[in-house]
């Protein structure tokens, strides 16, 4: 499945994972925590992150994440690839200050 990584201070890029819960947790590293952006988009982060002092990584909707996060396309309950379009719209939005 593409999905679209964000990490801490870098620019997000496309990147093929597992559908698999495993997949979700190793890239955030913990238990997953999902928040729904728009009826198909939705980011996939760590529960802990801030708990845990993961780095910051950046802010959407005036929500901070902490660590590396994922964002996937949504289709009902199932995750799916991210859109393209979405993804390009979506990366502009997050990409580290400087690297524009």
């Keep these: 499945m593409i999905v679209l990584k964000k ?3 870098k620019d997000p890029v496309l990147t093929d994972i597992d ?12 238990y997953i925590e999902t928040v729904t952006l728009t ?11 801030r708990i845990q ?3 910051y990584n950046c802010t959407v909707m005036n929500a901070d994440f902490y660590g590396t996060i994922l964002i996937a396309g949504i289709d009902g ?3 799916t690839d991210v859109p393209t379009t979405t993804a390009k719209f979506f990366s502009k939005l997050v990409q ?4 524009e």
């Design 7 to 9: 990490e801490p201070g």
């Design 19 to 30: 559908n698999t819960l495993e997949a979700f947790q190793k890239n955030v590293g913990g």
């Design 39 to 49: 009826e198909e988009l939705m980011i996939v982060c760590n529960e802990e992150g």
């Design 53 to 55: 002092s993961l780095p």
């Design 77 to 79: 309950d199932e995750f």
């Design 96 to 99: 580290v200050k400087g690297n």
